[in-house]
């Protein structure tokens, strides 16, 4: 069964650096696509943050965040991070990892099959 766990959300200052992590198990970890995705609260859209190919050579990223955030992936550990650097106050939200199977672009939620719980992140201003 497939598993998605993401760790290392908090409370962050506005302009700070928060790293979020995600452990994979139960699915091909090296044959996903992994993404980002967040959502500001518990009736806004789940938004698009961040993508990277199955072989991490390709990453994608939300106009929002781009210059900002880093995606990455760790083949030996199946995780999956994202660096998040000048964090401003609209950042906040809860943080959802995704993985996705076959050739996608992987910027919509219906790209995705596996999904974690998701991990909160707070800038305060």
């Known amino acids: 069964q497939a598993q998605l766990v993401e760790s290392g959300g908090g409370l962050v200052q506005a302009g700070g650096s928060l790293r979020l992590s995600c452990a994979a198990s139960?699915?091909?970890?090296?044959?996903?696509?992994m993404g980002w995705f967040r959502q500001a609260s518990p009736g806004a859209e789940r938004e698009f943050v961040a993508t990277i190919s199955a072989y991490g050579s390709t990453t994608f990223y939300a106009d929002s965040v781009k210059g900002r955030f880093t995606i990455s992936r760790d083949k030996s550990k199946n995780t999956v991070s994202l660096q998040m650097s000048s964090l401003k106050p609209e950042d906040t939200a809860v943080y959802y990892c995704a993985a996705a199977i076959g050739f996608v672009r992987g910027t919509r939620r219906s790209d995705y099959s596996y999904w974690g719980q998701g991990t909160q992140v707070t800038v305060s201003s």
């Open positions: 139960g699915l091909a970890f090296n044959a996903s696509r």
